[in-house]
């Protein structure tokens, strides 16, 4: 244990050690209770806040009254209930795909899903910003993998063509990229692979419940659902409870049954989590106004610190990040607003590359107008305390 000792305060040293937060109270309007003090939550996934909808807390607990707390067995043994069938056939209406398969987490559905489809011969070209379940499922397929720097098709054109002759070739990106908040070019990318004849995999864990007038995601407000041959999503975001899944092709999923690792070796979700899906895919498709609040706060969010002078990092979305460089001050700025109500996360390296730590900023549709517009002007004000911006 001396060892490990040493790294932790080697960490330290470099104002990198995490530590575990406790949440004390989840409170209505998108607000906690941390350390005694209640805070605007700005560091959540649950961008639609649905996790704290009584219509999805119901169906999670009439579902867990009807088959149980667990599903007893993995997928392929006696663990696939009549409630997985019907909410995965309700899942591939939503993407707008002939079939969909559910993984226990969006990390098992990224590591299942790469490494049933390649293997050692092939390539997988990933984006630098992607999300660290693509990249443990890219370690795990024991492909070649290839990173091109972030959003750079030129980049990735020329890795394509010096390629050549591997045997399958897979083009992987998030949509919505977690630590920027930016857009994937999803249209150039899909005429790439197609080009290439490679695969395209879209990761629409930010996305889902968020882009498209159905809340399906970036393809689907794009246009370009039949452009992407693997679309992978999670259910622990804007869907508010757990659980990962890929929709596509019939035969993309019968493969993923048969190959993918951690949807075989790993016990069925349960059905009080399937209830609950089941119940937030219904208010995602007849809801819309719950996006489009959301859209409207985040155009004025990213707004309001534009004009302060702050680097938003190309932000488009609901994931504001604010850059500020070093890590000790990207944590004292965290710190400053959580003493003022306000809930973000620093995140330093390795999340993002050394010199380039920031506040992350999420919002969610569960929150006030007023919160949130005191939220800006209280960010603004302590970033021009701190030095910050213009
Ligand atoms: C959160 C996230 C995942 C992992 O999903 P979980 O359901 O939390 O395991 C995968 N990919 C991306 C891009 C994510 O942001």
Not at 250 to 269: E, G, K, M, P
Not at 320 to 343: H, K, S
């Amino acid at each position: 244990m001396d060892a490990l000792t040493k790294e932790l305060a080697a960490l330290d040293a470099r104002s990198l050690r995490r530590r575990l937060q406790v949440v004390d109270e989840v409170l209505p309007g998108g607000k906690v209770r941390v350390a005694g003090q209640v805070r605007l939550n700005l560091s959540s996934n649950d961008y639609l806040g649905l996790s704290q909808d009584p219509r999805v807390i119901a169906a999670a607990q009439a579902a867990a009254a009807k088959w149980g707390a667990g599903a007893g067995a993995s997928r392929l043994v006696v663990g696939h209930l009549a409630l997985h069938e019907a909410v995965e056939a309700r899942l591939a209406d939503f993407k707008g795909t002939e079939a969909a398969v559910i993984f226990p987490t969006g990390y098992m559905a990224n590591v299942g899903t790469s490494s049933a489809l390649v293997g050692p011969g092939d390539v997988i070209f990933s984006d630098r910003l992607n999300h660290a379940s693509i990249y443990d499922g890219i370690k795990l397929s024991g492909a070649a993998v290839q990173r091109f720097p972030h959003r750079d098709l030129n980049r990735l054109e020329q890795l394509l063509r010096e390629a050549g002759a591997a045997r399958r070739r897979l083009i992987v990106t998030d949509s919505v990229f977690s630590v920027d908040g930016d857009l994937a070019p999803l249209a150039d990318l899909a005429a790439l692979k197609a080009r290439y004849g490679a695969w395209l995999m879209v990761d629409e864990a930010h996305a889902t419940g968020v882009l498209g007038a159905k809340g399906g995601g970036l393809a689907e407000a794009l246009g370009l659902t039949r452009e992407v041959d693997i679309h992978l999503g999670t259910f622990s975001k804007a869907l508010g409870s757990q659980g990962g899944f890929v929709a596509g092709d019939r035969r993309l999923v019968d493969y993923l049954h048969n190959r993918a690792r951690s949807f075989i070796y790993s016990t069925a979700l349960a059905p009080m989590v399937l209830g609950a899906i089941d119940q937030a895919l219904q208010i995602v498709v007849q809801e819309p106004e719950r996006r489009l609040f959301l859209r409207r706060e985040s155009e004025n969010f990213r707004q309001d610190l534009l004009s302060a002078g702050l680097d938003i990092l190309g932000s488009e979305t609901q994931i504001i990040p604010v850059l500020v460089g070093e890590n000790d001050r990207t944590l004292e700025f965290a710190a400053r607003l959580m003493d003022q109500g306000l809930m973000a996360v620093a995140l330093r390296p390795p999340t993002v590359p050394p010199g380039r730590a920031r506040v992350r900023f999420s919002l969610s549709a569960a929150q006030a107008e007023d919160d949130l517009s005191r939220a800006r002007e209280v960010i603004v004000a302590t970033a021009r305390a701190m030095g910050l911006g213009s």
